[in-house]
């Protein structure tokens, strides 16, 4: 490839990579789940328009074509957050207590011929867990939630043309998911005098538990420009998922019995579309970089509403408003091949946040993000180990709303919140 040539690939890649970089309006990704593979997170997730391994079925279906034979992915990441609270009220910090999550991901994809190739993919695209302890100022907003979700995405590839690949699947999704809080006693001796209740009563306990199931789908595209540059993309549809549990209640006088009585219950969540596209290059020796864009369609999130078969407190309906934005994220991956053995990985990526101030709470502290990753592939005969490390930094966000326990306004946990990821990769790919 000639200077001119060169320089020119290098003004069109950094071109693509300013405009999605400018992107208006960019926000942040909830409790989405991106780490879905470690080279994919080596590379900051920027591998929608090339293939590294099976993980493709979650990137983008249309690259396993790519892929020859028959190979299997085996990996996890593991997360180690740290969020921490500033009371703005009496200057009191609070830590979360120290967690270690490990979402699994399984890939097999399988080369029929030259134009058609499958694959079967389990994951967890979504995922929450948080665990602020009994203690701390907010916990009769939040104090343990965990929210765990198990994907099987069987997908088709489909090779159109020599350039055009098109790929389809469906997605199976099994949804688990633990809420819990403290309950304001305090005050209700005095509220409902009826029942004879000693003044100043300590803290019960409320905990909704419950699971359910959707079927979505998802669809992507890869178009060889020429041998240097191609372009991919790919879509997730929103998943309807239908919750059926048990709210329980611990409580520290039977009295409180008729007011907080155990109940079953129901809920729903409509999980957001995704949308993810992406330009790689790959004119340099040994080098492939990609840029690419992510939307997430988190306005689908309106509301946490729970029906119950027995009121509480005189209630059947808990209603918390949450009123989430769609949001957008941009990233930069290079992949530098060492020698036939060894490539390095780097990347970045900035995404935005979805969580209005106004409904902005403990459960789910999100702030724009910025995620920072190196990793490494590694070959040795029919086997390849990707390792990776990523920091993600959520910039410091401060609640001043009046999302606050129920009972008393007050206790509304406003001040700062700062949170920081560290994430560890690991995958081992076998082609058979």
């Not at 990996?75 to 999550?101: C, D, H, I, Y």
């Not at 809920?267 to 040994?286: C, D, E, M």
């Not at 966000?397 to 509304?412: C, E």
Request: glycine share 10%; proline share 5%.
């Amino acid at each position: 490839m000639n200077q001119k040539v060169l320089w020119r690939g290098i003004a069109v890649y950094v071109l693509i990579f300013f405009v999605f970089c400018t992107t208006s309006n960019a926000y942040g990704s909830g409790f989405a789940i991106f780490t879905q593979g470690a080279s994919a997170l080596g590379q900051a997730d920027a591998v929608i328009a090339h293939a590294d391994d099976p993980s493709a079925i979650f990137f983008n279906p249309a690259l396993i074509n790519k892929l020859e034979g028959t190979q299997i992915e085996l990996g996890t990441t593991l997360l180690f957050p740290s969020q921490e609270f500033k009371s703005a009220a009496t200057g009191n910090s609070f830590r979360t207590e120290s967690q270690v999550f490990y979402p699994p991901t399984v890939f097999v994809t399988h080369k029929f011929n030259d134009k058609i190739s499958a694959g079967l993919g389990v994951f967890s695209p979504f995922g929450l867990g948080i665990n602020w302890g009994n203690s701390w100022e907010g916990r009769y907003i939040a104090t343990d939630s965990e929210m765990i979700t198990f994907n099987i995405n069987p997908v088709v590839s489909y090779k159109v043309t020599p350039d055009f690949t098109f790929a389809a699947g469906v997605d199976f999704l099994l949804l688990d998911t633990t809420l819990k809080k403290s309950l304001n006693l305090s005050g209700l001796a005095s509220a409902v005098p009826s029942l004879g209740l000693p003044a100043g009563l300590p803290d019960g306990r409320q905990k909704f538990k419950g699971d359910g199931h959707g079927v979505g789908y998802n669809f992507g595209i890869l178009y060889d420009v020429n041998k240097d540059i191609s372009f991919g993309a790919s879509y997730r549809s929103e998943i309807k998922v239908d919750i059926d549990g048990d709210s329980t209640f611990t409580l520290p006088s039977p009295s409180l019995g008729a007011l907080f009585p155990n109940t079953s219950g129901n809920s729903h969540i409509t999980l957001p579309r995704v949308v993810q596209a992406g330009v790689a290059y790959k004119g340099f020796n040994r080098l492939t970089l990609e840029t690419g864009m992510r939307w997430e369609g988190w306005s689908s999130f309106k509301e946490l509403r729970i029906n119950l078969d027995k009121p509480v407190l005189g209630s059947t309906t808990s209603i918390t408003e949450k009123n989430w934005h769609d949001t957008y994220s941009a990233n930069l991956g290079v992949k530098y091949q060492l020698n036939d053995t060894v490539a390095l990985l780097a990347g970045y990526l900035y995404g935005g946040n979805p969580v209005p101030d106004k409904t902005f709470d403990p459960i789910v502290p999100d702030a724009t993000t910025h995620l920072f990753t190196v990793g490494t592939n590694v070959k040795y005969k029919n086997m390849r180990i990707d390792l990776s490390y990523g920091y993600q930094l959520l910039e410091g966000r401060s609640k001043n709303n009046t999302v606050a326990d129920p009972l008393n306004p007050f206790n509304n946990a406003n001040g700062r919140y700062n949170t920081d990821i560290h994430l560890f990769g690991i995958s081992l790919t076998y082609k058979i």
